[in-house]
């Protein structure tokens, strides 16, 4: 598809570096579902849906950064929803968001709140000031909350929240890739779903450019169960726009 | 049924990746090669690491795909471990190639262990590269030239379709000791949004895959069929295995397939099965489908 029109309707300022922009174009996506964002002139970045018509993003380079120019009445052009989401499972299941790895992550507390599901979520950020949607998770079951500096919460990693992870009848993670590995080596892999961010070039499935070894982020993924990804090169390197190995750190 | 000889390079079927396509990383091409493709040409490897054109570099349009990555590609001296990957799916890997002189060709052709390499003289919007190189007959036949000094592996040159008479480029890559040809390239094409006028790639313009180029790729491969001594490797909008058998009629001894991977990516078995079906049914070989179209 080509890019289509979005006009942003509404702009939320959900932390100091981290924004919602919200588009009068509604996508429909299943909740892990990503977009390719197109700021005319700068460049196209992937970029996970928060709600039905909205992305959620932080500020991190020369995109991102034009991006935060943008109000109410501009617009971008959108290709999407592309790529596969959350497989939904019943029973107990467990979040854990690090950063703006949340924006997905709420649309999918919402969505399986109401089909009956229990939810817990992680929810970790840098400082208090950083976390994001604290009040959707809240709203969709029980929420623990970690800072890097302990400003709310326990004062830590997120990833030291998780507990009794045998427990939960899966477990969805995404957040910085270095945390998700940790995630990862923590709980059962066939019970785990990750979404992953790499360098998206084509956004379906031809170009390669954001392989992790065979899989294609955008088109396999962006959500891989953690099975198929305990094999792979996750959470050791990631590719950089040239193809280059990048280790991770 | 469907093995074939092809420059001196034995492939299980016709079948084979196309350049730019799932060819960075070792793992994609393996992946590949395990879901059937008879053998593997990885994304063009220049000098150095290049990050290519801004996104958006890839869009669909009505009718194909349309790109202008910019030859992105993490260089020759990064890629030998991806190669070495890719090989491990137990099929040919061929490289693809690129570079702004006959030196740079050959100092990267030098350097690789590869079955055989495609010389990329055809990318329709990389400045100094490809297609600027390769409308020029002196230029190809130089460089092919180089290559072929250099290696001891088969050498293909691919062709851009951006020219008046394709056949003189074939004519002159010949020239240069060419072993194949591989045609074609993307056509060079452009799409605008028209809500801001923006044109829609990064780059502005760029090349059109897909479907819509397939007979257009058809015409070239059966002009150089007919002017060329040497093998002609199809290549253009290939999706089903009718595809493959009408470049095959049309005088290529094989095929290479890109961007209908996208949409399914167990296209080379889809396409292998169908082609076996369809010569059993008329009682043919591969060997009699060759250049079918000429002698009728």
Redesign the interface.
């Known amino acids: 598809?080509?890019?289509v029109?979005a006009v942003i309707t509404e702009v939320v300022e959900e932390t100091p570096t981290i924004r919602t922009f919200f588009f009068e174009t509604s996508f429909n996506p299943e909740p892990g579902q990503f977009v390719?964002v197109?700021i005319?002139?700068?460049?196209?970045?992937p970029m996970a849906l928060s709600y039905d018509n909205a992305i959620t993003v932080q500020k991190v380079g020369p995109a991102t950064s034009a991006l935060f120019e943008l109000g109410i009445g501009d617009?971008i052009?959108i290709?999407g929803p592309l790529g596969k989401g959350f497989d939904i499972r019943p029973g107990h299941i467990l979040l854990v968001a690090g950063g703006v790895g949340a924006a997905p992550l709420a649309p999918f507390a919402e969505k399986a709140k109401t089909e009956g599901i229990k939810i817990t979520t992680l929810l970790g950020a840098k400082t208090k000031e950083e976390l994001i949607f604290k009040k959707r998770f809240e709203k969709a079951g029980d929420v623990l909350i970690a800072t890097d500096d302990g400003s709310e919460g326990i004062h830590g990693y997120v990833t030291q929240l998780i507990d009794n992870n045998e427990s939960y009848s899966q477990i969805y993670c995404c957040g910085p890739e270095i945390m998700m590995k940790k995630v990862l080596d923590k709980v059962p892999s066939s019970k785990s779903q990750f979404s992953l961010h790499r360098y998206i070039?084509?956004?379906?499935?031809?170009?390669?450019?954001c392989?992790?070894?065979?899989?294609?982020v955008c088109?396999d993924g962006p959500v891989f169960s953690g099975d198929v990804l305990k094999k792979?090169?996750f959470g050791i390197y990631s590719?950089?726009?040239?193809?280059?190995?990048v280790k991770l750190k | 049924m469907l093995s074939l000889k092809l420059t001196g390079i034995l492939l299980k079927n016709p079948l084979m990746l196309a350049a730019g396509i799932m060819g960075t990383t070792g793992g994609s091409m393996k992946r590949i090669a395990q879901a059937g493709a008879g053998a593997l040409v990885t994304k063009s490897i220049g000098m150095e690491p290049k990050s290519g054109h801004s996104n958006p570099s890839m869009v669909e349009v009505e009718c194909g795909y349309l790109n202008a990555m910019g030859l992105p590609n993490p260089s020759y001296k990064n890629f030998q471990q991806e190669i070495d990957i890719a090989k491990e799916g137990g099929v040919p890997v061929i490289a693809s190639i690129f570079g702004g002189c006959a030196l740079d060709f050959s100092e990267i052709a030098g350097a690789i262990h590869v079955d055989a390499f495609e010389l990329n003289v055809s990318c329709p919007h990389a400045h100094g590269y490809g297609a600027e190189i390769g409308t020029d007959p002196t230029l190809v036949e130089d460089i092919t030239h180089a290559v072929k000094n250099t290696v001891d592996v088969p050498v293909w040159v691919k062709l851009t379709p951006n020219v008046t008479n394709i056949k003189s480029i074939g004519l002159a890559a010949q020239n240069g000791g060419a072993d194949a040809v591989v045609a074609i390239n993307t056509v060079r094409a452009m799409a605008i949004d028209i809500e801001s006028g923006y044109p829609i790639l990064g780059n502005k313009f760029g090349g059109l895959s897909g479907r819509a180029i397939k007979p257009v790729a058809v015409k070239c491969v059966y002009d150089l069929y007919e002017a060329l001594d040497i093998p002609v490797i199809g290549v253009g909008g290939i999706s089903d295995w009718k595809d493959a058998v009408e470049f095959i009629m049309a005088g290529a001894q094989a095929v290479e397939i890109g961007s209908a991977i996208g949409n399914n990516i167990n296209i080379f078995k889809d396409i292998s099965s169908g082609m076996e079906a369809f010569l059993l049914r008329k009682g043919w070989t591969l060997e009699d489908l060759y250049g079918m179209a000429h002698q009728i």
């Not at chain 1, 070039?201 to 450019?209: D, E, L, R, V």
């Open positions: 598809m080509k890019p029109n390719m197109w005319r002139g700068v460049d196209e970045i617009s052009g290709r070039k084509c956004g379906i499935g031809i170009c390669g450019a392989c992790v070894d065979g899989l294609r088109m792979s090169e590719r950089n726009e040239c193809g280059e190995r």
